[in-house]
């Protein structure tokens, strides 16, 4: 494993420090490894760990051997140097945490605009549309065919036994053309479509089977109120939110 490289803030505080301050600077500086591997820069041999002393590296500063007034020139132009190249960099992050916030909020709206659509089935005129029933501990999923006709949304009796449907009241129901066939009737726990959630949905479950319907009939106590248009080239159901 490679060695690790560490420069505590003191040490870049008496940087600044003998910067500011040439005539002041300290001529040497040491560098030590601990026994993880990780390098030390300290300015004070006092700072160096006990066991680690015997060790140490000493360097002198750069510009130790040059004329006080050039020395102190030089300090200055690095400072300089270090501060632009420190503000160049804020504002590169600055610049990048603004692209990654952009960048962020477009995949958020396009998150939520797919969210919005719902792939369906759809057969001539007829569309039919992927439900999820929740009946307490108990869910399954459905295609039921879109009906705005449809007053109560109605599922058939094998759906009803995936979700272990055991108190319904028994009821009539009036279907298209007048028949009145026998039902039952209870209140789901859930139903969800898309991004719709709806709770204590009434349901009829039919007794018999329906031709065409595929596992029920979505009516409008689950659609009403809720904006929406069918694409039928890409066969789904995009949502107003």
């Known amino acids: 494993m490679g060695k690790k490289l560490m420069i505590p803030a003191v040490g870049t505080c008496w940087l600044l420090a003998a910067l500011l301050l040439p005539g ?13 591997g990780t390098v030390h820069f300290v300015d004070d041999e006092s700072k160096i760990p006990a066991a680690y002393r015997d060790t140490t590296d000493t360097y002198k500063d750069k510009y130790d051997d040059l004329p006080e007034q050039e020395r102190a020139l030089l300090l200055e132009k690095d400072r300089r140097e270090r501060e632009e190249s420190q ?40 569309v039919f549309v992927p439900v999820t029933l929740v009946n307490g501990e ?49 209140n789901l726990t859930a139903m969800r479509v898309g991004p719709v959630t709806r709770t204590g949905v009434e349901l009829i479950i039919m007794r018999q089977r329906g031709d065409g319907i595929g596992d029920g009939l979505l009516g409008m106590n689950f659609l009403r109120g809720l904006k929406y248009t069918i694409d039928f080239e890409k066969q789904q159901i995009n949502w107003m939110p």
């Open 87 to 126: 503000r160049e960099e804020a504002e590169q992050q600055a610049r990048q945490k603004q692209e990654r916030a952009v960048a962020d909020k477009e995949a958020a709206r396009q998150k939520f605009l797919q969210s919005l659509a719902t792939r369906v089935v759809i057969n001539g005129n007829q």
């Open 138 to 186: 108990h869910e399954t999923t459905a295609l039921m065919l879109l009906d705005t006709g449809a007053t109560t949304t109605m599922i058939r009796s094998e759906v009803a036994e995936r979700l272990q449907v055991e108190q319904a009241t028994e009821t009539l129901v009036q279907v298209a053309g007048g028949k009145v066939l026998r039902a039952r009737n209870m």
């Open 24 to 36: 002041e600077l300290r001529a040497e500086f040491y560098k030590y490894v601990d026994r993880a």
